[in-house]
């Protein structure tokens, strides 16, 4: 950030604004982070890219506020600043778009996410071209907002697809692989094929297991939603062992 005193106080602050994030403490961060934004955008105008991440460390503190509306403003501007200065087809542009897509998402904002989504897939592609592992992510996403707006075959596709992606650059064990057998699970009990839910749910654990260990609370998460279709089969008995073990995780945890 230079050597001036305005930058060395800038880091200074985010020293201090980043320790009290990671303690949760997103309250008395976000006057630091607005200060160095100030400081930044004095300096530089508010086209440098360090302002910018300056932004976007704001909005990611309101965010973490649940104060969506502000974010939402602080993303769009960074975004919009962004593409002016890197062009449109960017990876930060993109990574920008993801923040606020997911904005979107918190306020039920769901046709304005299916959009920014669908121009992230297209930016990725056009960066690493179709079969790169990280659209695989940004598939899943918006297979989860479709999931939303009951749009279910095509998300089922994108989920497919995103499954396809993991499995050849990563292999078939992988956390992302597994969180994306899970949502295809989810899609798949909403749908009504609740046997082949619960064929995606049981994989899906079995991969958790072997990742993040018996105990994770993501375990606990697909415990409940197994749980979930279960109670939908009429299995009853299965449902509450499922519960249990969503329970036991949780109770260690605390």
Known sequence: MGSDKSLKKAAELHKRASALSSLGKFDEAEPIYSEIHELLEEKYGEEHPDVVYAMQDLGHCLRKQGRYSEAERYFERTIQISS????????????????LANIYWLQKKYNEAETLCRRIIDIEEKIHGKD???I???????????????????????????????????GSNGFDYALALENLGGLKGIMG???????????????????????????????????GIYIKMGREEDAKEM????????????
Do not use: C, W
């Not at 002016?84 to 923040?99: C, D, P």
């Not at 918006?142 to 993991?166: H, N, Q």
């Not at 049981?202 to 072997?210: D, E, G, H, V, Y």
């Not at 519960?243 to 605390?254: C, L, P």
């Open 136 to 170: 695989a992510t940004s598939l899943d996403n918006l297979a989860g907002v479709l999931r939303k707006l009951e749009k279910y075959d095509e998300a089922e596709k994108l989920i497919r697809r995103a499954l396809e992606l993991f499995e050849k650059h990563f």
């Open 243 to 254: 519960e249990k073990m969503a329970h036991d995780i949780i109770n260690k945890r605390h």
């Open 84 to 99: 002016k200065v890197l062009g449109v087809e960017n990876a930060v542009v993109a990574s920008y778009m993801s923040a």
């Open 193 to 227: 094929d609740y046997e082949e839910a619960e064929k995606l749910f049981i994989k899906s654990q079995a991969i958790f297991r072997n990742v993040l260990g018996k105990d994770h609370p993501d375990l606990a998460r697909s415990y409940k939603f197994l749980a």
């Open 132 to 134: 790169h592992p990280e």
